[in-house]
């Protein structure tokens, strides 16, 4: 059955109202790996001490995080083929440390990508104030794998970003949550990447979300000072799965005033993670 643009176009979203206190703001900065032994975990304490605690941006994408809207029969999608592909967050003002916020989702655009290449899904979230002022804007992009063909208009060409041929300006390399306590893993239904037999030491796979936070974490320490603040957009690519108990390497590059790109790759896997990643901030 072919996918139904304008139905999905025009999903009717209703603005979800959100309270969040100190203590979420610290379990999430906790999930982002935030207080682990390593090169930030002093650096970590102002994210994760009750006194004067500072937000991460990134914490954005989890207090949007919920709704799994496409695996609702009407939608007609095979929400099990579809695979998060991009996000983005742009800083209106920094998150509060805790309060109340709406809210607001829409699906921008859908690229026809062909038959045996999917559907790209292009969401915009918004998170206000309760006086509807912004906070942070989010992008999401997600791949439809088993919904392409439906005659849609074609995904436009993007310009690729490249890694600078040059070394680092700058890197860090930091452990993933362990298995026991993730709060961002992967459900056990999802992950086939995890080692499930009896007896064998198992390593799970995180959500995109927890990619995004921990090299969040990275490149606001590498480039902003850890000051939160200073962060006006971070963008990512996922290019493959993190998992826990495992070490993963963020390298940056500056190309411009206030502007770099980042990866990040799991060191004992040699495998990257996140690639072709920007970020904008003030210097």
């Not at 038959?115 to 999401?140: H, K, M, N, Y």
């Not at 963008?235 to 493959?240: N, Q, T």
Request: glycine share 8%; net charge negative.
């Amino acid at each position: 059955m072919a996918l139904d643009y304008q139905k999905l176009k025009n999903w009717p979203f209703a603005t979800v109202r959100k309270r969040y206190t100190r203590e979420d703001s610290i379990r999430f900065a906790r999930g982002y790996g935030a207080g682990l032994p390593g090169p930030l975990q002093r650096d970590d304490e102002c994210f994760i001490s009750a006194e004067d605690l500072h937000v991460l941006p990134m914490m954005a994408v989890a207090l949007a995080d919920g709704e799994f809207w496409q695996q609702d029969p009407e939608t007609g999608l095979q929400w099990q083929k579809i695979v998060h592909a991009e996000e983005m967050i742009t800083m209106h003002r920094p998150l509060p440390a805790e309060g109340e916020i709406l809210l607001d989702r829409e699906v921008a655009a859908i690229y026809d990508r062909g038959s045996s290449r999917g559907a790209r899904f292009l969401e915009r979230q918004t998170l206000s104030d309760v006086a509807g002022r912004p906070i942070v804007g989010i992008e999401v992009a997600t791949i439809a794998l088993g919904d392409g063909g439906f005659g849609g208009e074609a995904e436009p060409v993007r310009e690729r970003i490249a890694i600078p041929e040059r070394p680092a300006d700058a890197w860090l390399d930091l452990a993933t949550p362990p298995e026991r306590g993730a709060i961002f893993r992967l459900p056990e239904s999802f992950d086939v990447a995890a080692s499930r037999a009896e007896g064998e030491s198992s390593q799970a796979t995180l959500r995109g979300l927890c990619c995004f936070g921990m090299a969040g974490r990275a490149v606001l320490k590498m480039l902003c000072d850890n000051q939160p603040e200073r962060l006006r957009k971070m963008s990512v690519r996922y290019a493959g799965p993190m998992l826990t108990d495992e070490t993963v390497r963020i390298e940056v590059w500056k190309i411009g005033s206030g502007k770099a790109v980042f990866r990040m790759h799991a060191v004992e896997r040699e495998a990257l993670v996140l690639n072709g990643c920007c970020l904008e901030y003030d210097e």
